[in-house]
């Protein structure tokens, strides 16, 4: 039985920082593709970052490029996102994501969070 708890969201002025974590339970992560996606109000959930199972490559959306990093510790069964210069568009529920059987960084991703909200103010 594999959970996925998201922690570390909050609300953070405009070009601020906030730290993200993954907690996984119930199968090691070291063996899974890892990823995090965030849905506005009204909105699609979107892609916002994934990482592979060694940690040595790391995809990004455009729209986070540059500020976000996704990195983890699969000794911790953890997975981070470290968001910084935030905007008020990041706004947003932010799930972590976990696959043992879809390919990076696309998935499909079979296991979600429950979701850790950011808010970013103007």
């Known amino acids: 039985q594999v959970q996925l708890v998201e922690s570390g969201g909050g609300l953070v002025q405009a070009g601020g920082s906030l730290r993200l974590s993954c907690a996984a339970s119930?199968?090691?992560?070291?063996?899974?593709?890892m990823g995090w996606f965030r849905q506005a109000p009204g909105q699609e959930r979107t892609f916002v970052t994934a990482?592979?199972?060694?940690?040595?490559?790391?995809y990004y959306a455009d729209s986070v490029k540059g500020r976000f990093t996704i990195y983890r510790d699969n000794a911790k069964n953890t997975v981070y996102l470290q968001m910084n210069s935030l905007k008020p568009e990041d706004t947003a529920l932010y799930y972590c994501?976990?696959?043992?059987?879809?390919?990076?960084?696309?998935?499909?991703?079979?296991?979600w969070g429950r979701g850790t909200q950011v808010t970013v103010s103007s």
């Open positions: 990482i592979s199972w060694s940690g040595a490559r790391t």
């Open positions: 994501a976990a696959t043992w059987s879809g390919a990076y960084p696309s998935g499909p991703y079979d296991y």
């Open positions: 119930g199968r090691t992560t070291s063996t899974a593709v």
